[in-house]
């Protein structure tokens, strides 16, 4: 499964995030290092099924789905609040650099507002600049990276330049425990000189920046949009970030409880709601909700955590979402469940690659596939395209 890092200084709506796409029981405070082990629970992307376009009821096992929108499981990890000097062991340290280790992207924090200062210590609104906060995580991970190489790389550059080795393999090797490939470590190198004995720090650690941007990509989150100080500031962060979503993390996480409460009828990534009853509400509810909807949706057009896990998965990190079945007749399994199971697999896969994706003997006895829509064979080696249902057909 997917692993995903939600990241960033203390104090910014990282734990409210976590529990609002988790609908979990994160501690939420508003003091630095809340958390202070990484959690670890189920979130969900979103994607269209197919069964509302083949007029079927699906019956999923590993995902589920509402009204002909499929959820598919993601592992998010709530990483407890960096600071400033966190890879020199400030703060909480590189307990928390650590915690990033498996994931494959992260979704960093930010306070939209200005209200908290570098080291997360609230202050007046608008009084910090957030676009500081962009540049921070990226250099404390880049050199957390730095400080695991640096050790050894004295020794591990003349053993490459002395017994030619392959750079990319002993720099992915010693990166391991980071979650680095040997193919980010070769596209990184790109930028870079092969002269490795003659690299100072400031090339080494240009070099890590890169790698950091192709192993760990990273989407901006700019938290607490809806108080007044967030607008500027937001225009501000996409004017220099590729990625920065608007979002609300309280907003959503109050109305995921609402709708756990049956006070109202919502589905994460919308942007409205429907009260199901208003005896029900108190008017300190019914406030809150009418000011959700009016600084919120209408606003920003959702509370931007579901956009967030969703571009997280399809644009950094390059997945599709495909349906594996049995019977390709019935879009079934061979217990007759219908649309069964959502699959995550990179963008540019074939079918022999999904297979592999399913279970390593099924890859190995991988024969041909057939596209259920059609009712037809298709090559091992054709591209899988978003929402393709695929029988994998295998003699193992």
Known sequence: MLQIAVTGKPNVGKSSLFSAATLS???I???????????KAIAYITADCPCKELELTCNPRTSKCVDGTRYIPVELIDVAGLVPGAHEGK????????????????????????????EGTPCEAGSHNPLDDVNFLQDEVTMWMYSILERNWPRLIRKVMSEHLNFAKVIADQ???????VEDVIEAERIMN??????????????????????????????????PTAEENIRRLKEKYPLVIPASAQSELALVNAHKAGL????????HFEIIDEDKLSAKQRQALEYIDENV???????????ALNKAVYELLGQIAVYPVED???FSDHKGNVLPDALLIPKGSTPRDMAYCIHTDIGDGFTHAIDARKNMRIASDQELKQGDIISIISNK
């Not at 590189?94 to 280790?101: P, S, Y």
């Not at 109202?264 to 942007?271: H, T």
């Not at 949706?297 to 956009?307: A, F, N, V």
């Open 29 to 39: 405070a508003n003091y630095p290092f809340t958390t202070i082990d990484a959690n």
């Open 297 to 307: 949706l209408k606003k920003y057009g959702s509370t931007g955590i579901q956009e």
């Open 175 to 181: 990166l391991s425990g980071t979650g680095v490939m």
């Open 264 to 271: 109202i009828k919502y589905n994460s990534g919308e942007d």
């Open 91 to 118: 703060g909480l340290g590189n307990q928390f650099l650590d915690d990033l280790r498996q994931a494959k992207a992260l979704i960093h924090v930010i306070d939209a507002s200005g209200s908290t200062d570098i």
């Open 328 to 330: 390709e007749h019935k």
């Open 194 to 227: 092969d002269e490795y004995d003659k690299w100072e720090k400031e090339d080494i650690v240009r070099f890590l920046s890169r790698l950091l941007e192709l192993s760990k990509p990273i989407i901006i989150v700019a938290n607490k949009i809806d108080a």
């Open 25 to 27: 029981e994160a501690e």
